[in-house]
């Protein structure tokens, strides 16, 4: 029981120190700060998770269904918006893919534009779900990948729901007439082949009488073609008729006058021969004067047959010409016989009264032939008005021949097309017909599998597709960025446990600062790059983890355990136990607030605002590219940072190891070690 005596009497001496009685009271509150303020940090981070930033892509174009517009994208996109579970950031495909790489969203949904669509054929035979994307960038934040398939799963679920409502009440309401009206349209297409049928076959005969008429419209074009010279010819030959048959008329009319003025004078010689008994003196002087009258009728008659030519063939004309002809020669005969005789008065009376008997039947003559030349001067006007007017008509006859030919031209090409392009309609109409007859028998027969199937995609028509962007293969290689550091800082506290943070010797010996430093430093950074491998090895042989680079993962953790070696060697020199205290501290903020487990927008605004300014946020930062991410870019930038953090702590230490000179010896020997 010796050792009880002995551990007694270690512990009054060890209580009766005052550094030692207050760092025994630290190390107490220990577990009570690690374990609030761990807790204060992640108590509920699904109550902020409207906080995390999102990205929502809405490409959806509207959809038609039975004459209504389906915007379900749209629709889902407000949803989401007005419940607010995350920080929504409505933006485009390109947008959202450089928010997830530059680590901006952690998160990404994408509404595909044939969402209302495929939500809109949701009835049909050959139904296709729609599908809602996700893109999540694991190496950025695992459980933040975790959170969006939990949320994701409920979004999914509740459009689902709101489909199936919709489009089983839709499908339902189908099926209960689409036999019948499937088989009406089958007889109806078995009709429409029929008379598609009965169509092209009076479509040839068309074609050929189109054909035939086309050929007699060109023959009748050149029939009205000649008719047309024809009737010009016909009317100017007309008019020269009609200007002839009126100076026909004309001279007709003073041959009447002449033959009256006959007819005047052989009265006159008959009365004159009646008294030619009496005076036989002045019935020659009569008979002289008659035969001058005479001879002038006659000589009026033959000028105008001589001026009238077309006349000669008149009858009556003639006869007047034959009758003027004898009076002139009784005429003569009578002068010559009243100069011979003058007592041949009988035969004078005779020819007397056949001289009158000549001028009546002359003066007859000459009155017809007048009339006679007025009517036909009328008639050859009414002849040349009917000749004008067949060749005005004869004109448009032809005109109207002519668009005609060009009319059934067209006609008999286009009834050529109808004939041809009835016969796929024929064709088609008939398979069409055979399709909705074989539909028709076949649209109630469903197997109990399609059944099943179709009522699947019904009951369930939203499907999620995630895409996972450097996918984390388990929760060991998500939370090693996590744990590293944790075991790097709690290994590096430890090594100063067996090593001084200042050598007493070399602070007694007045070293330089910096040799004073870095001889405290060495020793512990040796410990710390053996912890450092060890762990690694340890971590990739035993538990299998495969990072993307092995050679940069060694390089960068051996630098976070320099790093850390030096900010603890400060912070043992510069405040001894209490300095111990304070890197125990400075180890739970640094676990809060480095978004090791949980997006950094979920925690409190005070972990958001120091993690800037702690190492493990960059080794945090860092080992998730060196296992998983690969953004070597990043990593150099958290590599550059951690150097400063170094320097910074190598740099403090010699500013104490300077101050130390005028420590007391106790001091650089602390109380309390183990």
């Known amino acids: 029981m010796r050792f009880l005596s002995i551990l007694g009497a270690e512990m009054r001496h060890a209580l009766a120190d005052r550094k030692v009685r207050a760092a025994t009271v630290v190390v107490a509150l220990v577990p009570l700060l690690y374990g609030a303020l761990y807790l204060w940090a992640f108590w509920d981070p699904y109550a902020r998770l409207d906080r995390l930033p999102v990205a929502l892509v809405n490409e959806d174009r509207p959809a038609t269904a039975d004459g209504k517009t389906i915007h379900a994208g749209d629709d889902l996109a407000k949803e989401l918006l007005d419940r607010g579970t995350f920080e929504w950031h409505a933006v485009s495909r390109e947008e959202a893919a450089r928010g997830l790489e530059e680590g901006r969203y952690y998160l990404s949904l994408t509404i595909p534009s044939d969402f209302s669509a495929s939500l809109a054929s949701a009835d049909a035979t050959a139904a296709s779900p729609a599908t809602l994307q996700v893109q999540a960038h694991e190496s950025a934040n695992l459980l933040a990948a975790q959170i969006g398939d939990r949320v994701f799963q409920e979004v999914r679920a509740a459009a689902s729901r709101s489909a199936s409502r919709t489009y089983v009440d839709k499908m339902l309401l189908g099926f209960s007439d689409a036999h019948g009206k499937v088989a009406q349209a089958a007889l109806g297409a078995r009709d429409l082949a029929t008379g598609l049928d009965r169509a092209q076959r009076g479509a040839r005969r068309l074609a050929s009488g189109a054909h035939d008429a086309r050929a007699g419209a060109s023959s009748l074009a050149q029939g009205l073609e000649r008719l047309d010279t024809g009737a010009g010819a016909l009317r100017a030959g007309t008019s020269g008729l009609a200007d002839g048959l009126t100076r026909l008329a004309d001279g007709a009319h003073k041959a009447s006058a002449g033959a009256a003025v006959v007819k005047d004078g052989a009265a006159a010689v008959a009365d004159g021969v009646s008294l030619a008994a009496r005076q036989l003196g002045p019935a020659t002087d009569g ?82 032939l007048a009339d006679a030349a007025d009517q036909a001067a009328a008639g050859a006007k009414k002849l040349d008005a009917g000749a004008a007017a067949l060749a005005d008509g004869s004109a448009e006859a032809r005109a109207g021949a002519s668009r005609l030919a060009d009319g059934l031209a067209a006609l008999d090409s286009g009834t050529r097309a109808l004939v041809s392009g009835l016969a796929p309609a024929v064709s088609g109409s008939s398979e069409l017909a055979d399709g909705l007859t074989a539909g028709a028998a076949a649209l109630p027969d469903l197997s109990e599998n399609d059944r099943s199937k179709k009522a699947d995609v019904l009951s369930d028509p939203v499907r999620l597709s995630t895409e996972r962007i450097d996918p984390v293969p388990n929760y060991g290689t998500g939370f090693a960025p996590y744990f590293i550091p944790l075991a790097l800082w709690v290994g590096a506290l430890m090594a100063f446990f067996v090593a001084h943070p200042l050598p007493a010797r070399a602070i007694e010996e007045r070293r330089p600062p910096v040799e004073a430093a870095l001889a405290g430093y060495l020793p512990a950074a040796l410990i710390g790059l053996a912890q450092s491998v060890l762990m690694l090895v340890v971590l990739r042989g035993a538990l299998g983890l495969e990072p993307r680079s092995p050679l940069v993962l060694y390089a960068f953790t051996a630098l976070s355990a320099l790093t850390f070696v030096a900010i603890l060697q400060w912070l043992s020199a510069a405040f001894g136990p209490v300095g111990k205290f304070l890197s125990i501290v400075l180890l739970m903020l640094q676990l809060t607030s480095c978004a090791g487990t949980f997006p950094l927008e979920t925690v409190p605004p005070f972990f958001q605002a120091i993690n800037p300014y702690l190492p493990m946020t960059y080794v945090v930062s860092g080992l998730r590219e060196a296992i998983s991410g690969g953004d070597m870019a990043r990593l150099a930038a958290s590599a550059r940072t951690l150097a400063g953090f170094l320097v910074l702590g190598l740099a403090l230490t010699a500013v104490t190891a300077r101050r130390a000179r005028s420590w007391a010896p106790e001091r650089l020997r602390p109380a309390l070690e183990l």
Not at 288 to 317: C, F, M, N, R
Not at 326 to 343: E, H, M, T, V, Y
């Open 287 to 368: 008979a002289s004067q008659l035969k001058a009258a005479t001879s002038g009728a006659v000589a009026a008659i033959q000028s105008y047959l001589a001026t009238h030519p077309e006349a000669t063939s008149d009858p009556a004309l003639a006869q007047a010409l034959g009758a003027a002809q004898a009076a002139a020669a009784g005429a003569q005969s009578l002068a010559d016989g009243l100069s011979q005789a003058r007592g041949s008065m009988a035969a004078l009376a005779s020819g007397a009264e056949q001289l009158r008997a000549g001028t009546d039947a002359l003066a007859a003559g000459v009155a017809d």
